[in-house]
């Protein structure tokens, strides 16, 4: 049974910048796909950046490229998500899961095989303006 847990939500001011992490069980995380999604209130959740299993390969959602890195420590099986520039519009509940991966596309890889659909409690971003 695949378990996420993600952490380094917080409150930070418009500008500044914080690194999510997400530590991951119950699957081959080296062979995984992984990604960052986040829904906000009021709004379906949404496909921020993914990863492909030996970090080769990345995908971004235009309304973070450029602000945000995503990168993996398969040792560690531990996913990372650095967000730096924040805005107001980036305050969601920011979760992990395995992903479908490609350089254009993402979407959540329990979609696909049921073995893989696991979401963890999130972790909170608030951006203050």
């Known amino acids: 049974q695949v378990q996420v847990v993600e952490s380094g939500g917080g409150l930070v001011q418009a500008g500044g910048s914080l690194r999510l992490s997400c530590t991951a069980s119950g699957l081959t995380f080296d062979e995984a796909g992984m990604g960052w999604f986040r829904q906000a209130p009021g709004k379906e959740r949404e496909g921020v950046s993914c990863i492909t299993w030996n970090g080769g390969s990345a995908y971004y959602a235009d309304s973070v490229k450029g602000r945000f890195t995503i990168s993996r420590d398969n040792a560690k099986n531990t996913l990372y998500l650095q967000m730096n520039s924040l805005k107001p519009e980036d305050t969601a509940m920011y979760y992990c899961?395995?992903?479908?991966?490609?350089?254009?596309?993402?979407?959540?890889?329990?979609?696909?095989?049921?073995?893989?659909?696991?979401w963890g409690q999130g972790t909170q971003v608030t951006v203050s303006s």
């Open positions: 899961a395995a992903a479908v991966c490609g350089t254009t596309i993402m979407y959540r890889a329990g979609a696909l095989d049921a073995k893989l659909d696991a």
